[in-house]
C-alpha cells in the first residue's frame, strides 16, 4: 500500500494506541522468540517490549546479535504533536501508517544519525505530514502500514 498525498499525524489517542496495538500483534505473528526478545522470520531483525511503558508499546529493534537497540519505534504518549520519535498518521482515505522520525539518537554503540544519513541508510524518502493543518517541521518516513 502506497500512500497517496498528505498524511495528517493522527488526533486521536485512542485510534493510535489501537493502531499500534494492532502492528506490535502482526509483527509477533510473525516472529520467532530468541531469548527474551523476538526476530522478524526470515529476517536478522530483533525485537523487544521494553515492559516499563505497561499502558503503551515500546519496542526496541536491532539487526543480529547487537547489544543495543538500532531504533526505537515506541507509541507516542501524547498525540497531535511532533515531539514523539514515532506516531501514527492518516491519509485521506483515513488508511492507517505508523511514520518515524529521520534522526536517532546515539546511543553506546551508535552515533546520533541525522535525516541525512537515515535516508542513505534506510532508502527511505519523507512524506509530506500535516499537524493540526499545518506542514510539519520535522522529516517523517512511513515504516508501516
Request: with cysteine; aromatic share 6%; hydrophobic share 35%.
Amino acid at each position: 500500500m502506497v500512500a497517496r498525498g498528505v498524511l495528517r499525524i493522527s488526533e486521536s489517542k485512542a485510534l493510535t494506541a489501537a493502531a499500534f496495538d494492532e502492528w506490535h500483534d502482526v509483527i509477533g505473528r510473525g516472529a520467532d522468540e530468541i531469548g527474551s526478545a523476538a526476530q522478524i522470520a526470515g529476517t536478522q531483525v530483533r525485537f523487544k517490549r521494553i515492559s516499563r511503558h505497561k499502558k503503551k508499546r515500546h519496542l526496541d529493534f536491532w539487526i543480529g546479535s547487537a547489544t543495543e537497540a538500532a531504533v526505537q519505534l515506541n507509541q507516542p504518549g501524547t498525540v497531535k504533536s511532533e515531539n514523539p520519535g514515532t506516531t501514527l498518521a492518516l491519509d485521506v482515505r483515513k488508511r492507517r501508517y505508523i511514520i518515524r522520525q529521520g534522526i536517532l539518537t546515539g546511543n553506546p554503540p551508535s552515533n546520533r544519525i541525522d535525516e541525512a544519513e537515515f535516508r542513505r541508510r534506510t532508502g527511505l524518502t519523507p512524506s509530506t505530514v500535516t499537524v493540526g493543518g499545518n506542514p510539519a517541521t520535522k522529516e517523517w518516513h512511513i515504516v508501516a502500514c
